[in-house]
């Protein structure tokens, strides 16, 4: 699904190239039916999930495969995952500059012309922070989706937590795992929820926890 362009999750078309979609069918178990009053049918809605962050690991991929797996209606989309292409593309097409900030200037003012698209074109947008390398376009790309009104969905170890407080805060959802993002995507379209809680054996629902919100409900 990973290409050195462009993230493409979904079914195989006519020619055997991937598609970027992923089409939905309505299933009628009762726990769907319980849960949640509307489901997309095919031809309903398609969700825009923008995957923005790191390059140097598969969480992109891991989302398609869960994506995949679940069938949800789900069009992911991402930056060009490919470090040396991102760099150069401005040279390659323009001509190349003397001068290393003339260089890069061209390269990110014709990678713009992408994200700036597909964050517009976004119903949720996923940000991946590693710990490894720092992320500074992932954090403009969520300032720039929190600017635009976009529902954004973080992704980070807990270690770097704090360091994302206030990106955290404009999020969501705040997940550690590229598994949470896509059971994430499954409750907001389908109201489907993981059959095993997160704390598992632990947890407990908030009116045996916490007591009813509502004393008369």
């Known amino acids: 699904w990973l290409s050195s362009l462009c993230l493409c999750s979904g079914v195989q078309s006519e020619s055997n190239a991937p598609t970027m979609m992923v089409t939905a069918a309505i299933t009628s178990t009762s726990t769907l039916i319980k849960r949640?009053?509307?489901s997309s049918p095919a031809g309903g809605k398609i969700w825009q999930v923008y995957l923005s962050g790191e390059i140097h690991s598969d969480w992109r991929e891991v989302i398609a495969a869960g994506v995949q797996k679940k069938n949800l209606p789900v069009?992911?989309?991402s930056p060009n995952t490919s470090h040396e292409d991102s760099d150069d593309c401005g040279a390659i097409i323009l001509g190349m500059e003397e001068k290393?900030?003339?260089?890069?200037k061209i390269g990110a003012s014709m990678n713009n012309i992408r994200t700036k698209t597909l964050i517009k074109?976004?119903?949720v947008v996923v940000?991946?922070?590693?710990?490894?390398y720092r992320q500074w376009n992932a954090a403009f790309?969520?300032?720039?989706?929190?600017?635009?009104g976009k529902s954004i969905v973080t992704l980070h170890p807990p270690k770097i937590s704090h360091m994302l407080k206030e990106v955290?805060?404009?999020?969501s959802a705040v997940c550690e795992d590229p598994e949470q993002v896509v059971d994430t995507l499954a409750y907001v379209i389908r109201g489907e929820l993981p059959e095993i809680p997160?704390?598992?054996e632990e947890f407990v629902p908030i009116a045996d926890r916490l007591g009813a919100g509502n004393p008369n409900p």
Do not use: I, M, Q
């Not at 290393?100 to 890069?104: G, K, M, V």
């Not at 955290?168 to 999020?171: G, L, P, R, T, V």
């Open 36 to 38: 949640c009053f509307s």
């Open 75 to 77: 069009h992911l989309t």
């Open 100 to 104: 290393r900030p003339n260089w890069d």
């Open 121 to 123: 074109d976004a119903d």
């Open 127 to 132: 940000v991946r922070f590693g710990e490894k």
């Open 141 to 148: 790309d969520a300032g720039y989706a929190a600017a635009l």
């Open 168 to 171: 955290n805060a404009s999020a």
């Open 198 to 200: 997160r704390d598992g």
